[in-house]
């Protein structure tokens, strides 16, 4: 158990909805970030925030936001749902930028 | 543009023997690497990590090589046992990076077998 906890764990949901992933970061990390993995793909950086903040922006797509709130945990918002944005989404967290991240077990979302 | 490339996707041994898994970059920016372990339906799982000032590093059956030359490094895990059947995944982190974000290769599956 990595101390990172995302849900939900399974996810379908049909072309063009929205659906909300939730991530609670481990005890004292203040770092989030947001990992897509598709079929037979590596891991995809999204997104990262760093104790509220967005720190860093990869390869999110524009139907696709985050945030992090003051409690540090944070949520990943994807809306206009496409049968292509099936796949594993994982969260990792780490104390600060240069650690050595940690990561939950992710969120399957299938998109029907 | 792939800046870190796992080129096996597969990698099988026999148990008790060497597995060697490679990963090679491109940015020579990137000043630390770590290698990730994960199982299905599970998330990555921190295994070993190297900075760029050093060549090797050890932890028990694992041990990571850079060779900064040559842009590469590889993971020994000695000796196999089944339960290291896994998805091996090599990560980067850029020099001047103050995000800690972390990028990864395609990954490579290894069995050991019995």
């Known amino acids: 158990d990595s101390g990172v906890t995302q849900t939900p764990k399974h996810l379908i949901t049909a072309t063009g909805q929205r659906v909300t992933l939730r991530c609670s970061p481990r005890?004292?990390?203040?770092?989030v970030y947001w990992y897509q993995q598709s079929l037979d793909q590596g891991l995809q950086f999204l997104i990262q925030?760093?104790?509220?903040?967005?720190?860093a922006k990869g390869n999110i797509l524009e139907r696709f936001s985050a945030q992090q709130f003051p409690d540090l945990h944070s949520e990943l918002n994807l809306s206009s749902l496409e049968l292509g944005d099936s796949a594993l989404y994982f969260c990792?967290?780490?104390?600060?930028?240069?650690?050595?991240?940690?990561f939950g077990e992710g969120s399957w979302l299938t998109v029907v | 543009d792939q800046q870190v490339k796992q080129n096996s996707p597969s990698l099988s041994v026999q148990e008790g023997r060497i597995s060697i898994l490679n990963c090679d970059y491109t940015?020579?920016?990137?000043?630390?690497f770590l290698w990730y372990k994960k199982y299905p339906a599970e998330g990555p799982t921190f295994l070993i990590s190297?900075?760029?000032?050093?060549d090797k590093n050890e932890d028990g059956r694992f041990t990571v090589f850079l060779n900064k030359s040559a842009k590469h490094l590889s993971l020994h895990i000695v000796p196999s046992q089944p339960g290291d059947s896994a998805v091996y995944f090599c990560?980067?982190?850029?020099?001047?990076?103050?995000?800690?974000?972390?990028?990864f290769g395609q990954g490579t599956t290894l069995q050991v077998k019995p």
């Open positions: 990792a967290s780490s104390v600060a930028a240069g650690n050595t991240i940690y």
């Open positions: 005890s004292g990390d203040l770092s």
């Open positions: 925030y760093y104790n509220g903040e967005e720190r």
């Open positions: 940015n020579s920016m990137f000043d630390y």
């Open positions: 190297i900075s760029s000032i050093k």
């Open positions: 990560a980067a982190r850029g020099q001047t990076s103050n995000t800690g974000k972390l990028i």
